[in-house]
């Protein structure tokens, strides 16, 4: 059964720093391509970063603003993906969820990752974080 389970949010004043955690298993984490997503109360789903845990090469959506805030990276040995977060804002509040798809590839090489949601396959419950103002 594949399972994503985030975990690492909180309550944070502004411009703090938290790092949240996506725990995978039930299928080949280095086949995988797995990415952040957030949605605030009464706003779309929007995706933050993605990773191919194959070859760690990553992609941070152009929407999010002052992106160089977010640094994703993955642990293979664990099974994890790690998403962190600095000089948090207000409007970073939102519950941040992770997903994963299989990577797609051109032979033997991974294309890039997309945030796209139609990509993901499979996807993990979220962590709420709240940033105080």
């Known amino acids: 059964e594949v399972q994503l389970q985030a975990s690492g949010g909180g309550l944070v004043q502004a411009g703090g720093s938290l790092r949240l955690s996506c725990a995978a298993s039930g299928f080949t984490f280095d086949d995988y391509a797995i990415g952040w997503f957030r949605q605030a109360p009464g706003k779309e789903r929007e995706g933050i970063s993605c990773?191919?845990?194959?070859?760690?090469?990553?992609?941070?959506a152009d929407s999010v603003e002052d992106r160089g805030r977010f640094t994703i990276s993955s642990d293979n040995a664990k099974n994890t993906v790690y998403l962190q977060m600095n000089s948090l804002k207000f409007d970073d509040t939102a519950v941040y969820s992770c997903a994963a798809y299989r990577s797609l590839k051109v032979g033997a090489v991974a294309l890039r990752c997309d945030t796209a949601s139609p990509f993901y396959d499979y996807w993990g419950q979220g962590t709420q974080v709240t940033v105080s103002s």
């Open positions: 990773i191919n845990t194959g070859n760690g090469k990553t992609y941070y």
